[in-house]
């Protein structure tokens, strides 16, 4: 495998940044992750999108130009043969001596891209089965809008959702409302037939699978419904799912060990799960 670090396309075992990088020390940084599939990104016009937003947010520059952004981006994609999977990207705000102050503005950001390969067909299978998940308090920052690398809450909610035998953790606000997963979008299916996902303010991460699902939901003309829900509503729900770049639209089948609607994946996220490519961009 290839990674491409600072300008160059290096071995992926001997990739390395320095060890005063920024997102390093401080987790001063943002990523992005994008589909690949036929060797083609998906939506990777949003994803760009997103990721100078959240650079903005964080006063990083950008880089290198977009157009220089999607070679590399292509370029990595070719190098690793990879015909479905993933393409990551980081960007941090580079290599100082530690200080909490940001770095002199020549310090250039330090920016890596890797891609894999990962078989479509096992995320099909699992969503034929469905995911378990489990509910956390949501005590991560404020800002989570921001998709920085800073994920510790996210990995430790994910961490004890595979260890009670779960996929995905729900972090639950102070209210007792479902704000996101520790790696996707959380929404439901309501008795009448709704899809309700929670707004997207400061406490939830803008998926970009998100937004395409709502265009995918307009076509199949069900009503979408852009407001929190608590976990009882969940499981008084028809259905669950969550959705992500990696997992597109995945039933939610058990919430904390207890089943959700009939407990089995239903036909709605079904339905968005098999339209999303038609829907999303795939630029070449
Ligand atoms: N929420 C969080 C916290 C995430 O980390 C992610 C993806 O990594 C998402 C939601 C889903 O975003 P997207 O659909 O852009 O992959």
């Not at 199949?220 to 969550?242: G, H, S, W, Y």
């Not at 770049?245 to 036909?267: S, Y």
Request: hydrophobic letters at 40%; glycine letters at 8%.
């Amino acid at each position: 495998r290839i990674a491409y670090v600072n300008g160059q396309y290096v071995p992926h075992d001997q990739a390395a940044v320095h060890i005063e990088d920024r997102g390093y020390q401080f987790a001063d940084g943002v990523y992005e992750v994008c589909e690949v599939t036929g060797g083609r990104m998906v939506d990777e016009r949003r994803h760009m999108a997103r990721l100078v937003r959240s650079l903005g947010e964080i006063r990083i520059a950008m880089p290198m130009s977009l157009a220089a952004l999607g070679v590399v981006l292509r370029e990595t994609i070719r190098r690793n043969r990879v015909h479905d999977g993933f393409v990551y990207l980081q960007v941090t705000r580079g290599v100082a001596r530690r200080d909490h102050y940001f770095p002199d503005p020549s310090t250039p950001p330090s920016i890596v891209v890797t891609a894999r390969a990962a078989d479509p067909r096992k995320a099909d299978a699992q969503a034929l089965q469905g995911i378990a998940v489990i509910t956390t308090p949501d005590n991560r920052w404020g800002r989570v809008d921001i998709k920085t690398v800073g994920l510790l809450p996210n990995v430790l909610a994910k961490q004890a959702a595979k260890e009670a035998g779960a996929r995905e953790a729900w972090f639950v606000d102070a209210e007792g409302r479902v704000t996101e997963g520790g790696s996707t979008n959380a929404w439901i299916v309501t008795q009448d037939g709704k899809l309700v996902t929670r707004q997207a303010d400061n406490a939830i991460l803008r998926g970009i699978t998100r937004t395409v699902m709502m265009e995918v939901a307009e076509k199949l003309q069900l009503r979408v419904e852009e407001r929190a829900f608590t976990v009882p509503e969940a499981l008084a729900a028809k259905e669950a799912f969550v959705t992500s770049a990696t997992n597109f639209a995945m039933p939610v089948v058990r919430i904390d060990g207890k089943p959700v609607g009939e407990g089995r994946p239903g036909p709605v996220a079904r339905a968005l799960r098999e339209h999303f490519h038609e829907t999303a961009e795939i630029a070449g």
